[in-house]
């Protein structure tokens, strides 16, 4: 099970730090990646680390201001975000890619990834 928080209210400019906590089949090292889906818009994705958090991969829209971190001691990604957006409202989700054990992260798809978290609504007002 995968659990995202940290989602919240913020004006534009602001900084959010969201969570994705693993438990049970999920607490593995798995490659994670954010990803969000904003109000009558698709899923996008956001971020990717590796496994071992050696590696990273951005959106170009997200790239310079948003962080993607992991602490496997604490089975816990995050997503340090600054400078954020109006366009940046939206719901993120966390997700576990379980067969993905390559050394350079890359924009993953969400269709294949395995396990999904519920997501935590950020909202970034103007």
């Known amino acids: 099970q995968l659990q995202a928080s940290g989602g919240g209210l913020v004006q534009a400019g602001g900084s959010l730090r969201l969570s994705c906590t693993a438990s049970?089949?999920?607490?593995?090292?798995?490659?994670m990646g954010w990803f969000r889906q904003a109000p009558g818009k698709e899923r996008e994705f956001v971020a990717s680390i590796t496994w071992n958090g050696d590696s990273t991969y951005y959106d170009g829209a997200v790239k310079g201001r948003f962080t993607i971190s992991r602490d496997n001691a604490q089975n816990t990604v995050y997503l340090q975000m600054t400078g954020l957006r109006p366009e940046d409202t939206a719901r993120y989700y966390c997700a576990a890619d379980v067969n993905y054990r390559f050394r350079e992260a890359r924009r993953m798809n969400g269709g294949a990834m395995d396990y999904w978290g519920r997501g935590t609504l950020v909202t970034v007002s103007s």
């Open positions: 049970g089949r999920t607490a593995g090292y798995y490659a």
